[in-house]
């Protein structure tokens, strides 16, 4: 099976960098995606990281390295509307078949002023 | 507008009384899936399709059916809805998982009572 582990909550205040990081057991690992969940409303794709290294996408980049089965969500100058959950999830091949994604428990941002 | 359309928002239902949560995607994708989102565990995948009439078992399928009998509409079928399935439901659909990521619909708030 598959097993993701994040951070429940993290705070940081306005203009800030802060990291979320996501560590995952899985097999026939695909790749790592990250999610943004604003209260009430539904998941929006951010990122995804097939490969090892750094995928940057304006204020927010996503790091993969599967050696270490780790990854995380940087964001940088935090504003107000950053404040959200983040949902990391793996893609993985199991049972013979291609899966879909599983998600972690994810990672509620409160940005403060 | 490319959309994931999720029917109803909300319903609230008796124990027992069977029901369908419909999902409509028209960007002609082939990935379509059903998640649930409790609080404190993220959104866990219910059933998944990766084209017409394929479809697979997610993380938790128990009480659950789904039909793919057209590309565009993957319906969530709840034989004998208990309260235990008392939850937020999303459907998503992707061109091909992974980079593409997912677009989610809105959510169906299910309330059995």
């Known amino acids: 099976g598959q097993s993701l582990e994040q951070p429940s909550e993290v705070t940081a205040v306005e203009g800030a960098i802060v990291q979320i990081n996501c560590t995952y057991q899985?097999?026939?690992?695909?790749?790592l995606s990250w999610y943004q969940q604003h209260d009430g409303g539904a998941p929006t794709f951010l990122s995804y990281n097939g490969l090892d290294g750094l995928e940057e996408t304006g204020r927010f980049s996503s790091f993969l390295s599967r050696s270490d089965s780790y990854g995380y969500l940087l964001l940088q100058e935090l504003q107000m509307k950053d404040s959200a959950s983040y949902f990391c999830a793996v893609r993985d091949r199991s049972s013979g078949s291609a899966r879909q994604l599983t998600f972690g428990s994810g990672t509620q941002l409160t940005v403060l002023p | 507008e490319a959309q994931v359309t999720q029917n109803p928002r909300y319903l609230i239902t008796v124990t027992g009384k069977k029901l369908t949560v419909t999902c409509s995607q028209n960007?002609?994708?082939?990935?379509m899936s059903w998640y649930r989102q409790d609080p404190g565990l993220g959104l866990r995948q219910i059933y998944y399709s990766m084209n017409v009439e394929v479809t697979d078992k997610g993380d938790v399928p128990e009480g659950y059916k789904v039909s793919r009998k057209e590309k565009r509409n993957f319906p969530l079928i709840l034989e004998s809805p208990s309260p235990n399935q008392t939850s937020l439901y999303f459907c998503?659909?992707?061109?091909?998982?992974?980079?593409?990521?997912?677009?989610f619909g809105s959510g169906t708030r299910l309330t059995v009572v």
């Open positions: 960007m002609n994708h082939e990935y």
């Open positions: 899985t097999s026939g690992f695909y790749g």
């Open positions: 998503a659909s992707s061109p091909g998982g992974g980079a593409y990521g997912y677009t």
